[in-house]
């Protein structure tokens, strides 16, 4: 009995696992892309590896993004970036 009750809440788990996995990804309006590929590159260079969730510093402008004004946009050590204006996290990196 223990036996079915311990593999029971193991492959429950599993079942649950992938929605948990993907609870922090943000989805990204094609139109919010589209603009942050086509802008200008010139880069800020800061300490570090920028990754997501990663904090832009204070000093670094952030452009907004048109329609979104929750996003904005930077080139950080030759990386494109999507950043939440609020907080200076980074959202996406584009490749």
Request: no cysteine.
């Amino acid at each position: 009995m223990r036996e079915l009750l311990t593999r029971t809440v193991f492959l429950g788990a599993l079942a649950f696992a992938p929605a948990f996995a993907f609870a922090d990804t943000i989805v990204v309006e094609p139109d919010v892309d589209t603009w942050v590929m086509d802008q200008p590159s010139d880069t800020v260079t800061i300490d570090g590896d920028v990754v997501v969730g990663h904090e832009v510093p204070d000093d670094v402008k952030i452009i907004e993004v048109p329609k979104h004004e929750k996003y904005g946009y930077v080139v950080v050590n030759k990386n494109r970036l999507l950043v939440d204006r609020s907080t200076h996290k980074v959202i996406k990196v584009y490749e």
